[in-house]
């Protein structure tokens, strides 16, 4: 399983598969190939959603964004 945590505060969020890894991974715009850090909003999970993305990856994002109108996350093994 892989971890999800809030990069601002270190806070976690929660557990993701591999496969829901590998989709954000390829849904992400990464920096250098050991990018573990993204910046979500709530319009791109909109777009995930209606692409019909893991409804569970995006309820743990959503949950995790709360109402603000972004998130940025990282991962780690």
């Not at 591999?18 to 050991?34: D, G, I, K, R, W």
């Not at 959603?49 to 780690?76: F, H, K, V, Y």
């Amino acid at each position: 399983m892989v971890q999800l945590f809030n990069a601002d505060t270190g806070a976690p969020i929660g557990q993701i598969s591999e496969a829901q890894l590998s989709f954000l991974v390829a849904q992400m715009e990464e920096e250098h190939a050991q990018d573990q850090d993204y910046y979500l909003n709530a319009d791109l999970l909109e777009t995930w959603r209606e692409q019909g993305a893991d409804p569970a990856l995006i309820e743990l994002l959503a949950t995790a964004m709360g109402d603000g109108e972004e998130l940025s996350i990282r991962w780690s093994r």
